[in-house]
């Protein structure tokens, strides 16, 4: 063999082994690039989960009494914390100008009155024309209302007590100016039938029924849980909070323990059943108790990225809501070194 032959046969075998090389050191770094994940699958199931929510104490009679017309109060004759009686003064308005409203309306009654008894003479006599003595009629009835409608008004310019009970909150002051209908006392009813109202989102409230049981603590009674039911439901969102809410009422905790306002926190037990996943708490790798974000695969070979509404963590478990409807799978295990779109390999 020439000197010739034998350089291009080293320079063939050269090129063989440095693309043999080359192509090892590509596979292997597309195996690197390929991470291993463990994966389990996913169903929705039922669940009867707890709902936690908290609210205040309030009583299932309270009332905001005010006045029907405004004006200056001219007494209020009760405080807070007072007991009070049905149909007990608790306070008035000063009687000045609707007292001289009155008069003035009186007047015009007898006015109208003496119009009404000419216009009839007259009528008879032929001077005056029916319509003169109709007009005249019409006249006499409005002034009649007006002085009916005036003396009403002067009967509520007090509040009086619905029934027995007691004054919760004080609103106003001697010599304030207010309007009709401004609240000027709180007060519930003797009976004291405390309620916790709570604030619930719109999936929780549609998950409660009335009758629903609960337990419910309060400071004042730490490490005590007091047996409850649901009382009711609103029927509409609270335009403060933006919330709904449901009454959780108990017999159990002594009354003179409660005040209203009293901080307390509810566990409902819904009989509802709901449907979600339960998966992993370590399948989250982002998130709040509201939501977070999970990978998936649907093909088993890409992991993907998606966020999840969480309903609530429990035992380790979290509880999700929505986000896995389109998921054959979700990966459990390698999502640490995850990122949207990244090559999976499925080890078992």
Same mark, same amino acid.
Request: hydrophobic share 40%.
């Given at each position: 063999?020439?000197?010739?032959?034998?350089?291009?046969s080293?320079?063939?075998?050269?090129?063989?082994?440095?693309?043999?090389?080359?192509k090892?050191?590509?596979?292997?770094?597309n195996?690197?690039?390929?991470?291993?994940?463990?994966?389990?699958?996913?169903?929705?199931?039922?669940?009867?989960?707890?709902?936690?929510?908290?609210?205040?104490?309030?009583?299932?009679?309270?009332?905001?009494?005010?006045?029907?017309?405004?004006?200056?109060?001219?007494?209020?004759?009760?405080?807070?914390?007072?007991?009070?009686?049905?149909?007990?003064?608790?306070?008035?308005?000063?009687?000045?100008?609707?007292k001289?409203q009155?008069?003035?309306?009186?007047?015009?009654?007898?006015?109208?009155?003496?119009?009404?008894?000419?216009?009839?003479?007259?009528?008879?006599?032929?001077?005056?024309?029916?319509?003169?003595?109709?007009?005249?009629k019409t006249a006499?009835?409005?002034?009649?209302?007006q002085?009916?409608? /005036?003396?009403?008004?002067?009967?509520?310019? @007090? !509040?009086? %007590?619905? #029934?027995?009970?007691?004054? +919760?909150?004080?609103? *106003?002051?001697n010599?304030?100016?207010?309007?009709?209908?401004?609240?000027?006392?709180?007060?519930?009813?003797?009976n004291?039938?405390?309620v916790l109202?709570?604030?619930?989102?719109?999936?929780?409230?549609?998950?409660?029924?009335?009758?629903?049981?609960?337990?419910?603590?309060?400071?004042?009674?730490?490490?005590?849980?007091?047996?409850?039911?649901?009382?009711?439901?609103?029927?509409?969102?609270?335009?403060?909070?933006?919330? /709904?809410?449901?009454t959780?009422?108990?017999? @159990? !905790?002594? %009354?003179k #323990?409660?005040?209203?306002? +009293?901080?307390?926190? *509810?566990?409902?037990?819904p009989?509802?059943?709901?449907?979600?996943w339960?998966?992993?708490?370590?399948?989250?790798?982002?998130?709040n108790?509201?939501?977070?974000?999970?990978?998936i695969?649907r093909?088993?070979?890409?992991?993907?990225?998606?966020?999840?509404?969480?309903?609530?963590?429990?035992?380790?478990?979290?509880?999700v809501?929505?986000?896995?409807e389109?998921?054959?799978?979700i990966?459990?295990?390698?999502?640490?070194? /995850?990122?949207?779109?990244?090559?999976?390999?499925? !080890?078992?």
């Open positions: 063999m020439t000197p010739i032959k034998y350089i291009f080293f320079l063939v075998l050269i090129f063989f082994l440095s693309a043999c090389a080359k090892k050191v590509e596979e292997t770094k195996d690197s690039e390929i991470i291993p994940v463990k994966i389990m699958s996913i169903n929705r199931e039922a669940i009867g989960q707890n709902i936690h929510a908290s609210g205040i104490f309030t009583t299932e009679d309270e009332a905001y009494l005010g006045f029907k017309i405004g004006g200056v109060i001219q007494n209020i004759l009760v405080k807070e914390g007072d007991a009070i009686k049905a149909g007990q003064l608790l306070a008035t308005l000063n009687l000045t100008e609707i001289s009155v008069q003035q309306a009186q007047i015009g009654l007898e006015k109208a009155e003496r119009d009404f008894k000419r216009a009839g003479n007259l009528y008879q006599d032929s001077v005056a024309t029916l319509e003169q003595f109709q007009n005249s006499l009835d409005m002034a009649k209302q002085i009916s409608i /005036l003396k009403f008004n002067q009967n509520y310019a @007090e !509040i009086r %007590a619905l #029934k027995a009970g007691f004054v +919760i909150k004080k609103l *106003a002051n010599g304030q100016v207010v309007g009709p209908g401004t609240p000027i006392l709180m007060v519930n009813g003797a004291n039938q405390w109202k709570v604030g619930l989102s719109d999936q929780d409230w549609a998950s409660v029924s009335i009758g629903d049981p609960a337990k419910v603590t309060i400071d004042t009674e730490k490490g005590q849980n007091f047996t409850a039911t649901v009382r009711a439901k609103s029927e509409g969102v609270d335009p403060i909070t933006g919330t /709904l809410w449901v959780l009422k108990t017999k @159990e !905790i002594p %009354a #323990k409660i005040a209203l306002g +009293i901080f307390g926190k *509810a566990t409902i037990q009989h509802k059943k709901t449907t979600a339960i998966i992993p708490f370590d399948a989250v790798v982002e998130g108790e509201n939501e977070g974000y999970v990978f695969t093909d088993e070979k890409t992991a993907e990225k998606v966020k999840v509404k969480i309903s609530s963590i429990e035992h380790g478990k979290v509880i809501a929505q986000g896995l389109e998921a054959r799978g990966i459990t295990s390698g999502n640490a070194y /995850l990122n949207a779109g990244s090559a999976i390999k499925i !080890i078992r």
